[in-house]
C-alpha cells in the first residue's frame, strides 16, 4: 500500500530526535501458568465491532486466532475503560480527565507482584519511563515541517493513573516506551503481562482502520512471528477501549492470538460474553492469583477466555445475547471519581469475601 511504504520511510528519521536511549529492561521470569506463560495486551481505540470486522487486516488476523464477537467495553469515553481494565472498577469516572486514583487502591500489579510475574506497560511515545504528564508532543512524522503532535496522552496509560505505580519508582520504571520494547525485544526482556498501547494515529484515535490496519500490518504481524514476542506459551488480546456509536450498546472487536491457542482453534468463534474485566479474571485464572475484590470477580462481567477457563477448569457463566447488560452508560455509576457531585461515593474497601477466578485470597494494600 502506498500509504503505508511512506509510512515505513519516515518513521526511522522522524522519531530520532525524541530518542531516548533504553532503559534496563524488565527481566524476563518464566512463572508458568496453566495456560500461558505471557499475556499481552494492545488496546485500539474507538471501533464500533463491525467496523473491525468488515476490515481485511482483522479478518486475517483473526484467522489466526479466535474471534470473540460477545466482547464488550465497559463505559464511555476512553479512560474509564482503561483503568477499569487494570483494576476492576472505573469508580464512576466519566470523562477523560487529569486523574491519580489513590496509592491505597491496588490494581492486577499487586497480584502479579505477589508470585514475581514481571511485567510493563508500553506506551508509545511517552517521552520517558513513568511519565506522568497529561500528554507529550513529539515530531509530527507523518506531515514533515508541521508542528509537533500529541501522539502519547495520559487516559490511555491505566497504570500509570494509578499512584500504587506512579509514585513507586521501581514501578514507574515498568511503564516504558517503544523504545524500550524494542530494546526489550531485541534483548528477548520482555516480561509475562504486558499493555501496550498504540500512539494516537496508530490505534485508530485521530485516524481510521485504513491506517490502523497499514500499522498492525507493519507492527504486530512481524512481532508475531518472532518467538522473542510470541512463542507458543503466549497469549494476546487484540481489542478496542470502546465502541463508536453512542445510543447503541458498547460492543468492540476482540481477537484472542499467539502461540498458545491451539492450531485447531484458529479462525473460529466465540460467542461468550466478555468484557474488559474478562483480562483479569483470565490472569488470575492462569497463576492461580488472588483477586481484587471488584469486578473482576463479577460471575456477570468477568467470564474467563474459554481456553483458560478450560485448562483451569472453571465454569463461566452463559450470558445470552438478550442478558448482555446495558455498557454504553456513562455517569450514571456512583464512585469517588463521578463528576456529579450527587453521584459521589468513598473509593469502596475491596470486598474480601470475593472469590475470583484464581482462587487465592483478595488482595488488601498493606496501611488500609
Ligand atoms: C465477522 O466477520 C466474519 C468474516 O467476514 C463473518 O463471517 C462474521 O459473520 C462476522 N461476525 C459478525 C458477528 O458479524
Ligand atoms: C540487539 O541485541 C544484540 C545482541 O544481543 C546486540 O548486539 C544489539 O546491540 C542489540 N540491538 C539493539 C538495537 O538494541
Ligand atoms: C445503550 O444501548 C441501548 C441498546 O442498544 C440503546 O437503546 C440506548 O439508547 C443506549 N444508551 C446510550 C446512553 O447510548
Ligand atoms: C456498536 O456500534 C455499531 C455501529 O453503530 C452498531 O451497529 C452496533 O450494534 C453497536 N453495538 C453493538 C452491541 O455492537
Ligand atoms: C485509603 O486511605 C485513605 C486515607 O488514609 C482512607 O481514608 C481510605 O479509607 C482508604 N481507602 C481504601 C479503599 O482503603
New binding site residues.
Partial sequence: MKFSVLYLLLLPVAVVPTFVPPSLGPTEQKVHGKSFDRFIQIWLENT????ANATAEFQKLASQGILLDQY?ALTHPSEPNYVAGVAGDFWGMANDGFFAIPSNISTIVDLLDTKDISWASYQENAPADGFTGFSFASVNYLSPGAPPRTFYVRKHNPLIIYDSVATVPSRAARIRNFNDFAADVNASAIPQWLFVTPNLVNDGHDTDMTFTSAWLEFWLEPLLTDRRFNDEHTLILLTFDE???K??????WAALLGGAIPKHLHGTTDSTFYTHYSALSTVQANWGLGSLGRFDTDKILANVYAPVADAVGFKNTDVPPSA?PLL?QSGTTPGPLNPNPALFAPFPPPDTSAVGAGGGPVFVPSGN
Fill in positions: 464500533d465491532f463491525e467496523t464488550f465502541n463508536e456509536t445510543g447503541t450498546n458498547n460492543r468492540i448482555v454504553n
